[in-house]
């Protein structure tokens, strides 16, 4: 039970948060209240406490869905670390990555 509270510690520090409780049911529901860039949307999370695992799912384009399964919460926080990385770079622009490997103008 501890393993699944971190998870959900480590969800809701990232974004997300409930969909629904456990109840009868084995798994709870996450969605992310905000995109982390806005190619990503409709990002959601599921734990389940059976297999003590995480899925997280999101689509970077219409009809493309993604998925990713973490058995650990330290893999999970580094997944989310990563992705945080990212998409600041992606937010600094072209002209910022073009400045950084210092490409000259044409004219």
């Known amino acids: 039970m501890e393993k699944l509270q971190a998870f959900q510690t480590a969800a809701r520090a990232s974004g997300f948060v409930e969909v629904n409780e456990f ?9 992310k209240n905000t995109p982390d860039t806005t190619r990503e949307t409709h990002q959601r999370m599921c ?7 995480v899925t997280v ?3 970077s384009v219409p009809g493309k869905l993604n998925a990713k399964t973490f058995r650990g919460v330290s893999a999970l926080q580094e997944w989310f670390e990563l992705r945080r990385k990212q998409s600041s770079r992606a937010e600094e622009g072209t002209d910022a990555s073009c400045a950084a490997r210092k490409v000259k103008p044409l004219f």
């Open 23 to 31: 109840s009868e049911g084995a798994v709870l529901w996450l969605r």
């Open 47 to 53: 734990i389940d406490r059976l297999t003590n695992s």
């Open 57 to 59: 799912y999101w689509m």
